[in-house]
């Protein structure tokens, strides 16, 4: 086996073109190598038309690298495609340096720059389960075998000691995780009791979403020209939007193929996206695959369950491309594309104006009769703050102005029994939602 470097960041990058590899593919991932603190010396392409299950790609490409690494003096093998453990390994041994694809190279990014608590306890939970794939008899001590009494168990080899032991990490982070989704669960409820709405903003990595964050709340979040310069969500309060009170949410950016072992550990950072009232989708209007990062931001919020939110797609960067900021509307009336730039402010206050109209948009105004029967639903309408008003009939009758959002009263609508039943017929029905858009 050969000694791998302690360090460096000397890199060689393998790129296999298959069929369907866009031509975007390479810029993105050397981009990624630099936000990884990669130097690049050399790029080797490799067309395939299938991967191959020694080296992924042939061994002719294979000797290729070897000559490359040797002759560079590069510290880093990085392959822009998910490699077997297997294929690693093989890869290593051939070219005497050590190796890291894709998914292991955003693990690595994302281990750089997580700075909270929770970023850094999900980013640990994917990197274990991503070497927990790799424990694959990788060196001759893995055969050992090594026995005692309240140690390992009798007959225990290394590799299932490795084994358990990330196991048993992995099971005490997702317990601490389950911490967090509580903690947040619990904050949310409280934002829906004081009627503060939740507007996240997503999109691609580097699209420029920290940038328009900081512009519409005048924050200072840091801002870098980099891949998942954000990786930690940030919250802030949004000002001057006449809807009331509205929470703004800047989301790590999403990239292309995002690893399962990353969609699974940041759940619970996605789900801020998934309770979103709103979501404003970041597009870099300059950059030329800008409707293939589209497709795939749009994969990513259907594999979080976000896809069904209300949205509205946000073309920031248009002062690079001389572009003047314009709104679109849909066949309802309601604005479903902005062009801003967020650098030199152009067409922020349109875009905050189009945010209270989508809001306001999802909220219900209306009176409703109660009886005795319905006390249930009178208790959960004051604990979600929706009732503005309440008088008593002189039959004893309840009569409530109620203003709470179309999500709440869906889950109200859901209720068994009278509760639910009066929610559906009286405030979500057709004749009910056609009564009051006839007297607005």
Known sequence: MFERAGRGNRAVILHPVFADTGPESLDEFQ???RSAGAEILTILTAPRDRPDARF??????????????????????????????????????????????????????????????????????????????????GWTHLERQKGGIGLRGPGETQL???????????????????????????????RERAQVFTVALVGYTNAGKSTLFNALTDSDVNTQDM??????????????????????ADTVGFVSDLPHELVAAFHATLKETREADLLLHVIDASDPYHQQREQDVGAVLESVEADGIPIIRVFNKIDRIDRVHSIHVDSEGRVDRIDVSALTKDGLGELKEA??????????????CLTGQHAKLRSQLFDLGAVAEEKVSDDGQWLLRVDLSERDAEQLARMPGVGGLLVRESILSPSALAARQADA
Do not use: M, Y
């Open 31 to 33: 981009e990624l190598c």
């Open 56 to 137: 992924f790609v042939g061994s002719g490409k294979i000797d290729e690298l070897a000559a490359q690494v040797s002759a560079n003096g590069a510290d880093l093998v990085l392959v822009s495609c998910p490699l077997s453990a297997v294929q690693e390994r093989n890869i290593e041994k051939q070219s005497e340096c050590r190796v890291l694809d894709r998914t292991t190279l955003i693990l690595d990014i994302f281990a750089q720059r997580a700075r909270s608590h929770e970023g850094k306890l999900q980013v640990e939970l994917a990197q274990l389960r991503h070497i927990s794939t790799r424990l694959v008899r």
């Open 160 to 190: 299932e000691t490795d084994r358990r032991l990330i196991g048993h990490r992995i099971g005490h982070l997702k317990q601490r995780l389950d911490k967090v989704r509580a903690q947040r669960a619990q904050s949310r409820r409280r």
């Open 227 to 248: 891949q998942f310069a954000t990786l930690d969500p940030t919250v802030r309060q949004l000002p001057n939007v006449p809807t009331g009170n509205v929470l703004l």
């Open 355 to 368: 945010i209270a109209q989508r809001l306001k948009g999802r909220r219900i105004r209306t009176w409703i």
